[in-house]
T-cell receptor
Framework: EDKVVQSPLSLVVHEGDTVTLNCSYE??????LLWYKQEKKAPTFLFML????IEKKSGRLSSILDKKELFSILNITATQTGDSAIYLC???????????FGTGTRLTIIP | DGGITQSPKYLFRKEGQNVTLSCEQN?????MYWYRQDPGQGLRLIYY???????QKGDIAEGYSVSREKKESFPLTVTSAQKNPTAFYLC??????????????FGPGTRLTVT
């Protein structure tokens, strides 16, 4: 059975800190990994990773994939209160394009 | 304005009644998905469809049914057979290119409460 595990489940840090969120996966015929941010309702897309070792960056957020060790990390530097959200990762299976989501990491930034 | 719409935003039903949640997209995406999200949990896949008139069961399809008669529409029916239907339901769509699925776009969700 395909599995995506995120850690930690919950994280509380002070504004300005740097955080690293983890996502490990066990997926048959893995194609890519997606990261999302969910604040109140619908998740919003952050990154799609398909190749190992290539960092994707958007402002203070960055992410990288390790296909040998089957994990990805999402880094957020100089955190702000607006970064408070649930961060979800999902694996995409090749062929049927089925997504499997992790349970998410709830990040809380204290001013 | 391109996007995905879900209606209604909030839905209340009595136990034993079937209910249909609407999902429409005007992004010309081939693939559409239904997820369920419970408090403290991630998204769990109910059904998905890569093309019109075809759909596959996800991880928790029991008690649900779908149809995909048009590319733009993917309604989800929560039947009385679903044991615990109260949840937040999210619809999504995506392009399926040569490299497979790219990012998914999500609708605003429908919160269903069954009493």
């Amino acid at each position: 059975e395909d599995k995506v595990v995120q850690s930690p489940l919950s994280l509380v840090v002070h504004e300005g800190d740097t955080v690293t969120l983890n996502c490990s996966y066990e997926v048959t015929n893995f194609r890519s990994l997606l990261w999302y941010k969910q604040e109140k309702k619908a998740p919003t897309f952050l990154f799609m990773l398909t190749s190992s070792g290539i960092e994707k960056k958007s402002g203070r957020l960055s992410s990288i994939l390790d296909k040998k060790e089957l994990f990805s990390i999402l880094n957020i530097t100089a955190t702000q209160t607006g970064d408070s959200a649930i961060y979800l990762c999902a694996s995409v299976q090749g062929g049927n394009e089925k997504l499997t989501f992790g349970t998410g990491t709830r990040l809380t930034i204290i001013p | 304005d391109g996007g995905i719409t879900q209606s209604p935003k909030y839905l209340f039903r009595k136990e034993g009644q079937n209910v249909t949640l609407s999902c429409e997209q005007n992004l010309n995406h081939d693939a559409m998905y239904w997820y369920r999200q419970d408090p403290g949990q991630g998204l769990r896949l109910i059904y998905y469809s890569q093309i019109v008139n075809d759909f596959q069961k996800g991880d928790i399809a029991e008690g649900y049914s779908v149809s995909r008669e048009k590319k733009e529409s993917f309604p989800l029916t929560v039947t009385s057979a679903q044991k615990n239907p109260t949840a937040f339901y999210l619809c999504a769509s995506s392009i399926v290119g040569l490299a497979g699925v790219s990012e998914q776009y999500f609708g605003p969700g429908t919160r269903l409460t069954v009493t």
